[in-house]
Nanobody
């Protein structure tokens, strides 16, 4: 059974940092892109960041560029999201997902999703 399990969420004050981790089990995702997404209450899920199968290409939403960094450790089947200079508008449920493809090209090709982890940033 394929599972993606996020961890590292929590509450932090504005300007603080959090590091999210997503551990995959059940199969290896070495050949596929991975991504982090978030959903604010009442809004559609949006892409936060994505990373190609070998880490060579990354994508960031404009709202997080320069503050968030996505990385992966294929040996550990784990992807990370380092979040710095957090803002109240970063408050959301964050999801990890695995793509069918080796490079990010949009949400529609992501086939495996984690259960989500809450990130709350207070002002």
């Amino acid at each position: 059974q394929v599972q993606l399990v996020e961890s590292g969420g929590g509450s932090v004050q504005a300007g603080g940092s959090l590091r999210l981790s997503c551990a995959a089990s059940g199969r290896t995702f070495i050949g596929t892109a991975m991504g982090w997404f978030r959903q604010h209450p009442g809004k559609e899920r949006e892409t936060v960041a994505a990373i190609s199968w070998n880490g060579g290409r990354t994508y960031y939403a404009d709202s997080v560029k320069g503050r968030f960094t996505i990385s992966r450790d294929n040996a550990k089947n784990t992807v990370y999201l380092q979040m710095n200079s957090l803002k109240p508008e970063d408050t959301a449920v964050y999801y990890c997902a695995a793509d069918r493809r080796p490079y990010y090209s949009g949400q529609s090709s992501f086939e495996y999703w984690g259960q989500g982890t809450q990130v709350t940033v207070s002002s």
